[in-house]
């Protein structure tokens, strides 16, 4: 009942004469639908002996991936010949599982974990025993940030798997993040895939710089753009928006003049420098 993907299992047919005594003994292989893989073949000849009892291998690399039907027959020394049909079955899989990525690369930047993403596995033979995913700061599987971690634990015994899932966002660094998997079957067989996808990944807050001292002039007219307060986010996603709010008092208090009013907006851009006006 074990799938093998490795030659060198042996297998405990025995064959008795009490008779003539026994002069050879064969084996033959037939897929499941009756065809051929292995005609006739000696497992052991001129036994001049009423038993054989040692434990015999099949010639694997002849097994198609499936089950594989095996039968014996048996000849003694005057010609008397028995056949068994089927005495045993071989479950072959040295087919790799298979992983399907539907998932391009994440280009929204992500503050918090949530994202979940569609990369699929599937193995038809002896079904997958467990996926596993790592994170890399770099393509190519260069720079690991973890090991390998656990997506389906041991044990699943399923042909696919095509639940979307998440990363563990904590252990993403800030910046791009490259997801690499790996799926093994119950026969041992395993197929690793990197940069199935990328997640981008900012918790850096933007900066300030505020260049700008009280303006101490009284003014009856707008100065237009004077104010010299600049924004800038360097790293990683980039400054989306950056807005301004006039109140009557320190901390925001009192009350308020104008409420928050952009500066700048959408604009994916580093920084901005320029100096600007208010309402």
């Known amino acids: 009942t074990t799938w093998r993907r490795y030659s060198g299992t042996t297998y405990d047919v025995d064959f008795i004469d009490n008779g003539s005594q026994l002069d050879y003994c064969q084996y033959k292989v037939e897929d499941s639908s009756d065809n051929i893989l292995i005609n006739w073949t000696v497992i052991a000849q001129d036994i001049n002996s009423s038993t054989y009892t040692f434990d015999w291998e099949v010639q694997f690399s002849s097994l198609k991936c499936g089950y594989n039907y095996v039968s014996v027959r048996a000849y003694d020394k005057v010609g008397n010949l028995k056949e068994y ?41 002896s079904k997958i025993d467990y996926i596993q995913y790592r994170i890399f700061a770099s393509s190519e599987g260069a720079s690991p940030l973890t090991d390998w971690l656990n997506l389906v634990n041991p044990g699943y015994n399923s042909t696919s798997y095509t639940e979307n899932w998440q990363v563990s966002f904590a252990d993403c660094q800030n910046g791009v993040n490259y997801i690499g998997v790996r799926v093994f079957d119950v026969a041992g067989n395993s197929t690793t895939v990197q940069d199935v996808f ?4 900012d918790q850096e807050y933007p900066d300030i710089f505020d260049n700008q001292l009280g303006d101490d002039t009284w003014r009856r007219t ?14 990683y996603s980039h400054l989306k928006s950056a807005e301004y709010k006039i109140t009557t008092g320190l901390g925001q208090t009192g009350d308020v003049i104008v409420d928050w009013t952009y500066i700048i907006s959408s604009t994916n851009t580093p920084q901005y420098t320029q100096e600007w006006a208010v309402l």
């Open 85 to 125: 049909d089927n005495v045993f079955y071989i479950k072959k899989d040295t087919e790799v599982p298979q992983v399907i990525d539907n998932q391009s690369g994440d280009d929204t930047w992500r503050n918090s974990a949530g994202t979940t993403y569609n990369v699929d596995f599937e193995d038809n033979l």
């Open 198 to 201: 990328y997640v981008k990944k």
């Open 222 to 235: 707008d100065p237009g753009a004077i104010f010299n307060v600049d924004f800038k986010d360097l790293n």
